[in-house]
């Protein structure tokens, strides 16, 4: 086939993929867009940053995490538009965007060319949508990591192409502008290791040292300054329990290794299994207790289910590769294993959902071979092992399809929550900052959106439907 | 095998647009809670964000209302404000709700509501009322009377 056909064929799959998620992905962007910015964070957050002078983010001592871009970027707003309504305007505006960016460059960088790639790419971006890692970063206005997910795709993209002088510098830039939002752009550093050392197209040995570099002199700068943290940071996970802070501290303080390993495993469980969730095992207690919630049994055992079809195509990919070049699909398989690692070590203060967020592109276009690769086994199988494997690849489909849709239910009632937190609590934060000045003007300011009920108006499924679609 | 695998996508593709676009409006079950159809009986039921839509359409949160209720009245019709309702209910959320859109806590309506709270050993909804060191925590309380039973009987018209 002529490279012109080719493409033409690509460019039509590519429409007819976006085409049908379209609902998913204008659902979720409008949810968001909705979404009314929560007291609890946005106030405090405001008055820190709008009236900071802006090389007090760079200072890694003050704070136990470093965003420097992430309120740089609130800073930069306010000095730009001198108004607070122009400032939550374009950080939405920026948040909206990331998440629209991740999911059409998730699917052009997919770019399928037959039927079966492009039922598998639909598949892929319910895989995408519907992972913890991807629905708990959907909350206005903590998109740390939501710039980072983008930001890593097209890091990956660039490593696959053929090599250009400016991949280089802009796949370091890319690295520490994810960074410079949020720790997990580290991730960035052993994608690019792992496209060096399988080979990629894009990937130079003077890129891969630069990356490397600069992720060697940020950790060593945020070491430096790691006298000031606390053992634990937040609330943490452990098995059946949750523990504050402060309680870890007393019972791991002396060797805090052991549970930050622990929270290390628990994000990387999560990422493959929905399972613990923040260390937790919420869902496994719930079913010794005897509660079962549709939801949660769809959540473990289509990520379970998945989790083994992706090792499946992985180990097989790996294994055809003996005595070869690595071939684009062993190379992601491994990439994909490190960054979920990667993922895991950085959560190693404590477990959350959102950690496993960067890692969950590279998970959902795993996903999407695996499919693949299932699909064209089942087409040279017998007819009922034919008819088989594709009514498990629809049953698995029609899961994370139901996630999916959860996950725009999720952003409702966290908007919904948020709404909630205004009515509640705008008396009880007066009181408290009422010598505040600058923190009760913003409050202020901010009230009318928090306090508009259209900002928040979740729809009332069916009890039914709820409980497979997770309406908590 | 392809129109399996794609068919879940499809299909939630048509029900997400469907209900986006209004064409689909989920019924909620028989037993989902129906929305409140009064300011008094939201903030009874903790229906927080509808007492909130009351108040946001118009009606003032410093007026009394008209409320009978089994238990909190003795199936008594009485005028009562809609803070001292929410006292009575023992709704945390509502109170702060209250206090949030101004009520005015030194009328005569809402004077007596940590008091009320108090007797009924409400702490939680003490603490909101005193929290700013107003009107609440200055007023002195008078006897219970032990007629009045329920308690909410004691403050009201």
């Known amino acids: 086939m002529d490279p012109r056909t080719l493409r033409r064929r690509e460019y039509s799959w590519f429409a007819a993929i976006l085409g ?21 964070e946005t106030v405090s957050l405001l008055t820190d940053d709008l009236f900071a002078s802006p090389l007090s983010f760079f200072d890694s001592t003050t704070r136990s995490w470093y965003r420097p871009l992430f309120h ?7 000095r730009a538009t001198g108004s607070l309504d122009a400032v939550l305007f374009w950080f939405t505006c920026v948040e909206v965007t990331a998440v629209a960016l991740l999911l059409v460059l998730f699917m052009w960088h997919l770019r399928p060319r037959t039927l079966i790639e492009g039922a598998a790419a639909t598949f892929a971006v319910a895989v995408l949508a ?43 830039v890319l690295m520490l502008i994810a960074v410079g939002f949020k720790e997990q752009g580290l991730i960035i550093a052993p994608l690019v290791v792992a496209a060096w050392w399988t080979g990629a197209p894009g990937a130079r040995r003077g890129t891969t040292a630069a990356v490397v570099a600069a992720a060697t002199v940020y950790l060593a700068m945020r070491l430096a300054t790691s006298g000031s943290w606390a053992t634990f940071e937040q609330d943490v996970g452990l098995g059946f329990e949750r523990l504050s802070a402060r309680e ?3 019972r791991f303080g002396a060797a805090p290794l052991w549970m930050y390993l622990y929270n290390a495993a628990s994000t990387i469980a999560n990422i493959l299994f ?4 923040d260390g937790r095992f919420g869902i496994l207690w719930n079913l010794s207790q005897g509660e079962f919630n549709a939801w949660e049994i769809n959540h473990v055992l289509s990520s379970t289910v998945l989790t083994g079809l992706v090792s499946w195509w992985g180990l097989r990919a790996l294994k055809d590769d003996i005595g070869r070049p ?35 592109v590279f998970y959902a276009i795993a996903a999407y071979f695996a499919v693949r690769a299932a699909a064209d086994l089942a087409l040279r199988a017998s007819r009922p092992g034919m008819i ?29 929550r948020a709404h909630r937190e205004w009515i509640t609590d705008l008396h009880e934060r007066r009181t408290d900052f009422a010598r505040e000045s600058n923190y009760l003007q913003i409050l202020e300011a901010l009230s009318e959106q928090g306090l508009d009920p259209a900002s928040a108006q979740p729809i009332r499924y069916p009890r039914w439907l709820r409980a497979w679609i997770g309406g908590r | 095998m392809a129109c399996l695998i794609a068919t879940p996508a499809i299909a939630g593709a048509l029900v997400i647009g469907a209900i986006e676009s209004g064409l689909l409006r989920p019924a909620p079950s028989d037993d989902d809670e129906p929305p409140a ?3 008094a009986t939201a903030i009874v039921e903790g229906q927080v964000e509808r007492a909130y839509a009351f108040i946001r359409a118009g009606q003032d949160p410093n007026q009394p209302i008209e409320f009978q209720h089994p238990d909190l009245t003795g199936d008594r019709q009485v005028m009562v404000s809609p803070l001292l309702l929410a006292v009575a209910s023992h709704s945390d959320n509502a109170v702060s709700m209250l206090l949030s859109v101004g009520v005015r806590r030194d009328l005569a309506n809402n004077r007596f509501a940590a008091c009320l709270a108090t007797q009924l050993g409400y702490e939680d909804i003490v603490q909101i009322l005193v929290r700013d060191d107003g009107p609440a925590s200055k007023v002195e309380c008078p006897q219970p009377e032990r007629e009045f039973v329920p308690p909410l009987l004691a403050f009201v018209e």
């Open chain 1, 20 to 40: 049908i998620s379209s609902p998913l992905v204008l659902s979720v962007c409008g949810a968001l867009w909705r979404s009314p910015y929560p007291i609890s």
């Open chain 1, 72 to 78: 740089l970027t609130w800073w930069g707003f306010w």
């Open chain 1, 130 to 172: 519907g992972t913890p890692g991807f629905r708990e970063n959907l909350e206005i206005p903590m998109l740390m990591t939501l710039v980072g997910m983008p930001l890593a795709l097209i890091v990956w993209m660039l490593l696959q192409r053929d090599h250009r002088p400016w991949h280089g510098p802009a796949i370091v």
């Open chain 1, 248 to 250: 870890a501290s007393e």
């Open chain 1, 274 to 277: 929905s399972e613990p969730t």
């Open chain 1, 326 to 360: 690595w071939s684009a699909q062993s190379r992601l398989f491994i990439a994909a294993v490190l960054v979920i690692a990667a993922s895991g070590a950085l959560g190693f203060n404590y477990s959350r959902d959102r950690l496993g967020g960067m890692a969950v």
């Open chain 1, 388 to 416: 088989a494997a594709g009514m498990a690849l629809l049953l698995l489909g029609g899961a994370w399809q139901i996630r999916a849709i959860g996950t725009v239910h999720d952003v409702r009632l966290k908007a919904a």
């Open chain 2, 37 to 39: 159809a009064s300011l």
